[in-house]
């Protein structure tokens, strides 16, 4: 089991890990919009949902993995009303390689932002 830890996506807010490898797999803590240097994205949905890729872009980087190696995806969001609007985003991360996904509607995040995401993924 190995640690993942980046400086180029937040770091932990809590007794947890960016991510974790085991074997060959890459299992990602969940990212919410929130910049490497620590400061909450507020636009809208989609400026959120880009900020939550770029943070798991580092992670992937850090871990030998890649978006075109994610096998799962979980998406957690806030209002379903804003689901498209996610799904457009992902969509642009997403688009050749299309891994596993689960989206569900959450009461509540970390520091109340609204969407958060998490993958695992195979590392090279």
């Known amino acids: ?29 969940g990212q919410i919009p929130l910049t490497a240097e620590g400061t909450l994205v507020t636009g809208d949905i989609k400026e959120q949902t880009h900020q939550v890729f770029r943070n798991l872009q580092a992670v992937l980087e850090e871990a030998g993995a890649s978006f075109e190696t994610v096998v799962k995806a979980t998406v957690f969001i806030k209002n379903m009303d804003e689901f498209a609007a996610v799904n457009e985003v992902y969509g642009e991360y997403f688009s050749t390689h299309k891994p596993a996904r689960s989206c569900v509607e959450v009461a509540r995040l970390p520091k109340d932002v609204s969407v958060e995401i998490e993958v695992v993924a195979l590392v090279k």
């Open 1 to 29: 089991m190995k640690v993942v830890q980046t400086n180029h996506a937040p770091a932990a807010i809590g007794p947890y890990s960016q991510g974790i490898i085991v074997n060959n797999l890459f299992y990602s803590s």
